[in-house]
């Protein structure tokens, strides 16, 4: 309240002084206007006025009929006598004192010239007044200024703690609940809040009581913000939303005020809806970090804490979050009691990102061939807001290729432009696209030939943006993305195709012959194969981890994953993590060795059409070969059956 106070002080203080230096400026030009003598008022001479000396010769030869003198200008117009009716009389600049010469005055009249003399005094009196009432016109309109401008200040600085949450009594989003799919789990736990705040009768009947906070947790894109629209949409309450980072300020305890002033805000409109969007800029971990703790946003979380469950309590308002950094906030944030449930929102699987897509494709011509089961199987790991930046994309594509409907083909050359890059010019025929051509078959070759390797969607030696010369795609399988549980054959099956370019490299240009083009596949190699032995328990070493994911720098973790042995078993660590990579590239170079034939023809078929779906590539490899059945069993999209 002091800090307040003197800085209203000095405001008040810096207006009168702003309005003392402006009365003085005001004061010095009106004496600088009434000081100028008349003579620098005036305007330079025109070319057309009359000299003092023409002026006299003019009066002594009679040729003069009228002369009307202005003593305060100094000046005189003349009328000659053989002036024409519309012409307008000349000027002659008198000398000081000429005015009001009685013998200039004698002198006309005894030449029978009309004289009209002004009154003295006249002129200057209204330029007074003139002068006078611009000046104090300006100078109010600048204390008028001055004084909204400090009240300005005040209210800036009164107003400096309180909320910038925004507020709405129903709030008109467009997004209701039928608009949210792929996440029906968390739509549920949320739909009970919102039926709470409608029905309470309903729970409180058998003695249940308001959850005091929601918190969304999961990766970036997933919806979490969209269902936040959607309880807006659909709860007819007050609804508040603030994202976290606008309670943190330079300033120590505006945080704090302002967190005060919002929950004040919504007990008087409960029961209503405080939504806090990342959450985790406010509610990190107190205490720690490299360099000590943020002593602003710890007061802040302090207050939050205090006003969600604290000695007083919040009665009837209900905060929901959102963070995709759960594992930075606060135990004593995520207590029952402030937020009693944690809703995970996690990628949709096939059948959410199928709801999705139909949702995001209602606003968009889509050709009748456009399989959305198909666009669903070929885009697992992907969130539903990269699946709607997908129809979007494909949409842009379409109208850019002046086309009326959204086809497969836009569709999939969406999925390759989000997912690998932009579509450069194609390669001339050179060594060089030779060798990309063999290094891609080797990939695809394998991606057919091992029986638990994912099922090939089509391989290209059409480069891409980021130096991409080539790829080969596979359609990922449904059940272990979405379980997430992977087989130690699915595993090795992995390192195997991805060294495959580098085998086929190897095996038709020798040893000495192979590129950098394989440093992608080689650093994907050894994490799988360093996973596999320190964290999986799938090598010789037996069933132990021997590391653990490692924290974040900023809450005084390690940045490194934290050792668990001792430098003789990193020693045995490396051994096997080798092993695991040379096994794995002896398997590759041993496969494309036994079909040396296959290959030419693949690579030759491949340079004439530079881009070979995988249900041809399977066709061909049939017929010299014997695949796995899993392979056969694949549909032209490249989905399983």
């Known amino acids: 309240m002091a800090n307040r106070l003197r800085q209203q002080s000095s405001l008040r203080r810096t207006a009168q002084m702003a309005a003392s230096g402006l009365l003085t400026t005001t004061w010095f030009l009106m004496q600088s206007l009434t000081a100028l003598p008349p003579a620098l008022a005036q305007t330079e001479e025109e070319d057309d006025q009359l000299s003092y000396g023409e002026f006299l010769e003019l009066v002594d030869s009679g040729q003069v009929a009228q002369v009307d003198i202005d003593p305060d200008r100094g000046r005189a117009e003349v009328i000659l006598k053989d002036a024409a009716e519309d012409e307008p009389p000349q000027e002659v600049l008198l000398f000081q004192g000429d005015g009001s010469n009685p013998e200039l005055v004698q002198r006309l009249r005894a030449q029978d010239v009309d004289v009209e003399i002004q009154p003295e005094g006249s002129g200057n009196a209204f330029a007074w007044i003139a002068t006078n009432t611009l000046v104090i016109m300006l100078l109010l309109f600048g204390l008028l200024l001055i004084l909204r401008r400090t009240a300005n200040s005040a209210g800036g600085a009164m107003s400096f703690g309180r909320s910038r949450a925004r507020f709405q009594m129903e709030a008109k989003t467009g997004v209701q609940f039928t608009d949210v799919a792929g996440i029906e789990e968390a739509k549920e736990e949320l739909q009970e809040v919102v039926s709470f705040l409608k029905n309470p009768e309903k729970f409180t009947a058998i003695g249940a009581k308001i959850p005091r906070g929601v918190l969304l947790i999961g990766p970036p894109g997933t919806g979490k913000t969209l269902l936040a629209k959607a309880i807006a949409g659909e709860a007819a309450v007050p609804f508040f939303s603030i994202s976290g980072s606008e309670f943190v300020e330079m300033f120590v305890g505006v945080g704090a005020s302002r967190v005060r002033d919002l929950f004040k805000k919504a007990k008087e409109n409960a029961p209503c809806i405080v939504f806090i969007d990342e959450i985790d ?66 990628l949709p699987t096939y059948s959410g990102r199928l709801e999705i897509l139909k ?128 087989t130690r054959n699915w595993i090795l099956d992995r390192i195997t195709v991805a060294l495959g370019g580098l085998a086929a490299e190897a095996e038709i240009f020798g040893d000495l012959e192979v590129t950098t083009g394989a440093v992608g596949d080689i650093k994907q190699v050894t994490s799988l194969a360093r996973q596999m032995v320190t964290l999986y328990g799938m090598s010789d070493l037996g069933p132990v981890a021997l590391e653990s994911m490692g924290g974040e720098v900023f809450l005084g973790r390690s940045m490194m994953p934290r050792s668990e042995y001792s430098e003789a078993m990193a020693a045995k660590i490396d051994h096997q993590v080798r092993a695991i990579a040379n096994y794995g590239y002896s398997r590759a170079r041993e496969i494309l060795r036994e079909n040396r034939t296959l290959i030419d023809y693949l690579v030759d078929r491949l340079l004439d059409i530079e881009t070979m779906e995988g249900d041809e590539f399977r066709q061909i490899v049939k017929r010299y070969t014997d695949i796995p059945e899993k392979q056969k069993r694949q549909k032209i999209t490249g989905a399983p059956v």
């Open 281 to 346: 800029a406010v509610g990190r971990q107190r205490g720690t970090g490299i360099g000590g703790g943020n002593d602003e946003r710890e007061q802040t979380l302090n207050q939050l804490l205090t006003e969600m469950d604290g000695f007083e309590g919040n009665s009837g308002v209900i905060v929901i979050a959102a963070t995709n950094r759960a594992d930075v906030l606060d135990m004593a944030l995520l207590r029952p009691g402030r937020f009693d449930r944690q809703v995970t929102v996690d």
């Open 359 to 486: 949702v995001h494709a209602r606003n968009k011509k889509i050709d009748d061939n456009v399989s959305v089961e198909a666009i669903a199987r070929r885009t697992p790991g992907f969130s539903g807001a990269e699946l709607a930046n997908l129809l979007n994309e494909a949409a842009i594509l379409t109208a850019r290729r002046r086309k009326e409907a959204v086809t497969m083909t836009d569709v999939e050359d969406a999925i390759d432009r989000l997912t690998i890059g932009l579509s450069l010019t194609p390669l001339l025929d050179s060594n060089r696209k030779k060798m990309t051509a063999y290094h891609e078959i080797g990939h695809a070759l394998l991606t057919t030939m091992l029986e638990h390797a994912d099922a090939l969607n089509k391989v290209t030696i059409i480069p891409r943006s980021g130096g991409v010369e080539g790829f080969t795609q596979s359609v990922p399988d449904e059940d272990v993305i979405d379980s997430g549980l992977y």
